[in-house]
């Protein structure tokens, strides 16, 4: 401010009041008070470049008093090259124009910090209009400065990393430009940023069908809408892209809206929608050709279950009625044999071999039973079952408790001839293992085409992992239940007894 002159009486601002009236003028002391504590620096040069005022914020930068600085040239202060001469051709162009100017610059202090300064060089005209001085106001920007470039870094990096992304990305702004795409981006779709400058142009172009483009943009537009209500990330999700070439890719889209900007990424699954396409066709065919297997197999194992029963019924017909009656005739010849012998060792001997042709004859007559009984066909599965306990008491003292539901009268017979042979193959087992007298069969619904057969007993038990001399009828029985569509599980501890489970379906394929 240089020489100043105190005039008191003389006003140039204005003083506020607390009755509302107009404001007094700020006296030249007022202005002075204000640049001495201003933490702006104000300097005031002549055409000489002599400092003809500096304030205490530019004394303190120049590490000296204000006393020590005016008069002196910015040369004679020290400032070094090339700051020196920059200023003196800032100063010397205002003088020169009449204009005022701003600059932003750095400045080393006597301390070796760097600086950021945002200068404003303004003429001071005297009566005559020649610049008589120039006033310089620069504020410390340095903060402010660190923090541009901070974020211009940030920025640079920032678009570095999506540049070099291995992954498709694009920069939208709310007003639907595309403000940046990157080069992977380019790469996948084939489109430059000429191609696509708008959101509008995007969604024509990738999505030229307009039922699926209304449908997709619907989608899209919903899932940025509740990312930015929630401020959460876009929701991702699989979008049919054209690309220029008219490529059709599968991308996953998702995002995030940052600021007034969504950042937009596309993960390319088009490969991996191509192999689960071809994986799940795969699948399907297996299923189909396990389906086709395994009805073949059921009607295979049916088959076999007619083809063995028929042997069955081949085999007691030729008991019955041929060596059934080939053993009468015998004993018949043996008796009129008997009454012909004279001798008493003779006649002893005819005895005993008319005992041995009715054992002969009693077992043919069981064997006939066992391996044909006519029950299964004439009155079904649950009739079959009591039979079967009847006869189990009969040759073997086991009482067989039968339980059996409606569901016993709808099995079909072949269903029925299996779960017959493989009753008594398990009771038979109870005889032979379980060390008890009685045992329990239940027949009950499973659902609504399948029926359960329950076998058990409270006898010795054993572990189902080890079944010993059980093992191959067993394993039989599992196998035939499972070809049938069906299934065998087993209960059983030492000391527990033991339950073993069929399931079954009510009707067999051929029904």
């Known amino acids: 401010m240089g020489v100043m002159r105190k005039n008191k009486s003389r006003s140039l601002g204005e003083k506020a009041t607390r009755s509302g009236r107009r404001p007094e003028r700020l006296t030249l002391d007022d202005y002075r008070s204000l640049a001495e504590h201003s933490p ?9 470049f002599r400092h003809l005022y500096i304030n205490p914020a530019g004394a303190r930068l120049n590490g000296v008093s204000a006393a020590q600085i005016i008069g002196k040239t910015i040369r004679e202060t020290g400032v070094p090259e090339p700051y020196c001469s920059l200023w003196e051709d800032r100063i010397r162009k205002v003088f020169e124009t009449a204009r005022p100017c701003e600059l932003r610059d750095t400045f080393q202090n006597a301390r070796g910090v760097l600086t950021y300064y945002e200068s404003r060089c303004v003429p001071e005209f005297a009566p005559d209009g020649t610049v008589r001085t120039v006033l310089v106001v620069s504020r410390d920007i340095s903060s402010h400065a660190r923090l541009e470039e901070s ?37 996948t779709f084939g489109y430059s940023p000429e191609d696509i400058p708008t959101m509008e142009e995007w969604w024509r172009k990738a999505y030229p069908e307009k039922g699926y483009r209304k449908q997709s943009m619907a989608k899209w537009m919903g899932h940025v809408q509740k990312a930015m209500v929630e401020q959460t990330e876009i929701q991702g999700d699989d979008y049919r892209v054209t690309c220029k070439d008219g490529a059709v890719k599968t991308m996953f889209v998702f995002g995030v809206p940052v600021a007034s900007k969504v950042f937009v990424m596309f993960n390319d699954v088009t490969a991996y929608k191509t192999l689960q396409g ?108 009591r039979w ?104 059983s501890r030492r000391g527990r007894g033991t339950t073993i489970k069929l399931t079954l379906p009510v009707k067999s394929g051929k029904s």
């Open 388 to 491: 079967l306990a009847a006869d189990m008491k009969h040759k073997f003292t086991l009482s067989v408790q039968i339980k059996a539901g409606p569901v016993a009268e709808r099995v079909s017979e072949e269903m029925g001839i299996f779960v017959f042979e493989a009753v008594r193959e398990l009771l038979m087992n109870i005889v032979k293992h379980a060390g008890v007298r009685d045992a329990t069969i239940q027949v009950n619904p499973e659902g609504r085409n399948q029926f359960r057969v329950e076998v058990s007993d409270k006898g010795r038990g054993f572990n189902p992992a080890r079944t010993g001399k059980r093992k191959f009828g067993l394993f039989s029985i599992r196998e035939r239940a499972d070809i049938l569509n069906g299934g065998m599980t087993i209960v």
């Open 278 to 385: 071809d994986l799940e066709a795969i699948r399907d065919g297996l299923e189909v050709t396990v389906k086709d297997r395994t009805t073949k197999l059921q009607a295979l194992a049916e088959e076999v279950i007619r083809v063995e029963h028929r042997e069955r019924r081949r085999i007691a017909y030729i008991l019955h009625e041929d060596l059934q009656q080939w053993l009468v005739a015998a004993k018949f010849k043996v008796g009129e044999l008997q009454g012909m012998i004279s001798t008493p060792s003779a006649r002893e001997a005819a005895t005993r071999l008319q005992a041995v042709l009715d054992k002969a004859m009693e077992v043919t007559r069981s064997l006939t039973v066992d391996l044909r009984p006519p029950i299964i066909h004439e009155r079904g599965l649950k009739m079959a079952l």
């Open 151 to 187: 974020m211009r870094e940030s920025e640079t990096l920032l678009r570095k990393i999506i540049e070099l992304s291995p992954m498709a990305m694009a920069i939208v702004g709310m007003d639907g430009v595309i403000e940046y795409i990157n080069r992977k981006a380019i790469e």
């Open 40 to 48: 702006d620096i104000i300097d005031r040069f002549d055409r000489d």
